[in-house]
Every structure is written in structure tokens, then in C-alpha cells.
């Protein structure tokens, strides 16, 4: 087929933290990237997710920025301006439009959302719900360990633990969740200096507090309505301020995974 990854189009289904950091490494490889997101995304890690670009018109992570498109057609005039599309669209319809040649769900649901390997000749699921060879041609590891960004071409990722991972000895007691389904308010931005037991957001007057010291490093957008137990933000014990604008180690990881995946089934199919 005489395929190169040189403007190659990818579709990324998701643009939460994860999702974004696959953008973002697949953009500086010189892919034209289209993400796909809901029309009120409830990511916490704002600063470093392009689903922010749903609110804001446009969101730069690291130097690259997404711009959101009413329709594909103006995909190409972001691209030729080096940046990263961004398309409302839930179900991933644009695929029919956009042919592209990879599919990377990102969508870190736990499950599949609809994703299927004759979407596209490279389909790559990231995280619990593929199974490689079956639904998906590829499946990135996402669980944090020893196989963090491992490429399975057989198989399925590890179950989710429920756990959130460690950070300076913190699990659960990092986490914020929502109390109960309604609109989440806040005044507290991304980036502020917190204290245990300060009350850092509400839904419907349920007061969401912290429970240790340390930065906000993630927040739901304020003004947006929410369902009960989804995660409302994430406290970063370490107090390191600039973590909050920077890619994790963990999105990165697997990002590294799905680049190898895309490139490796490249070299197959440019071969057939």
C-alpha cells in the first residue's frame, strides 16, 4: 500500500488525559489527529486534556493545540495550521467521512463503546473492554505496574482495581467524588494550594472536602451537571504546582504503546 506515518489520519475517541497524551505524541510524529469527545466532557485534569477545547473553542497542551470544529470538513484547515481537531461526536459517526486509516479509543470507559476492528485497517483500544485479535487489532496496557504501555496483540489489558495508584503513600484519600447526581459548583481553580477538610467544591449544597494537603491538580469544569460517584477532582500530596500543566508519566507510557502499535501494523500493511 506504500503507507508512511507522515500525515497519517488517526481518530482518537476520547480527549481526557490519557487520550490526550496519545494526541499529543501522535501530532509531534507529524499525524493529523482528530479527536472525538462528548458535548459535556467531565474530565478533572483540564489543563492537559484537549476535551477542554469543547468549552473553551480551543486548548493548547504542552505547544500543541486543539481547536474544535463544527464538522469535519474544517478538520484540514486545523491541520494545515499544525494543530489537533476536535469534533463532538459521541458515536465516532466522522469515521465514515474520515477513513481513517488508525482508530485509538481512549475513552478509559472501562468498556467498549462501540469500537470495532473493521472500523479502520489499525483499530488500538487502550485499557479494559478490547480483546486484541477480536474487537480491536491491538490493546495498550493502562494499569499502572510493571506492563504499564505494553503492546498486547493477543488478549485483553488487566481488570480495572478500583484503586486509585499511590502517590506519596495516597490512594483513595487523593480522590474527590461527587456526593450526588446535579450541578457541581466550585470557586477553587487547578493549581491552588489546599488544606485537609477544606471544602473545595459542592452539588446541590453536598460539600465536597478535601481530605489531605496539597495541590488541586485536577477539578471538574464548575457549572456543569454530574452523576453520583464519578470523580470530582484529585489532590497531588506532593505540592508541585507544575505537575498540574504537564503530561503524566502514565499518558505517556502509553502513549509510547500506541505509537509502537500504529508503527508496527504500519510496516504489516504497507507490506500487503
Known sequence: MGLNFYNLKVLVRG??????????????????????????????????????????????VEGVQAVRVPSFKEAARVWENDGIALLVDPEAGVRKLM???????????????GTDRSDAPIVVGVGPGFTAGVNVHA????????????????????????VPAPVAG??????????QKGLFESSYEIGDLVEAGEVLAN????????????????????????????????????????YCYLISDKARAIAGGVLEAILSSLKNLSST
Not at 27 to 34: E, G, N, S
Not at 170 to 179: H, I, Q, S
Request: charged share 25%; net charge positive.
Open 15 to 60: 480527549g481526557g488525559e490519557m487520550a490526550s497524551g496519545i494526541a499529543h505524541r501522535l501530532h509531534r510524529c507529524h499525524m493529523r489527529v482528530l479527536i472525538t469527545e462528548v458535548p459535556v466532557p467531565t474530565t478533572v485534569r483540564r489543563p492537559v486534556a484537549f476535551a477542554d477545547a469543547v468549552y473553551r473553542g480551543s486548548h493548547t
Open 170 to 179: 495516597y490512594t483513595d484519600e487523593r480522590v474527590l467524588r461527587v456526593p
Open 203 to 242: 452539588v446541590n449544597g453536598s460539600p465536597i472536602c478535601a481530605k489531605i494537603k496539597g495541590v488541586l491538580r485536577g477539578l471538574l469544569k464548575s457549572g456543569i451537571e454530574v452523576e453520583e460517584g464519578i470523580k470530582a477532582g484529585d489532590i497531588d500530596p506532593r505540592g508541585e504546582r507544575e
Open 139 to 162: 490493546v495498550v496496557e493502562s494499569n499502572r505496574g510493571h506492563h504499564l504501555g505494553r503492546v498486547l496483540w493477543q488478549g485483553r489489558a488487566e481488570e480495572n482495581t478500583g
Open 99 to 113: 477513513q481513517p486509516t488508525v482508530i485509538v479509543d481512549a475513552i478509559m470507559a472501562k468498556k467498549n463503546m
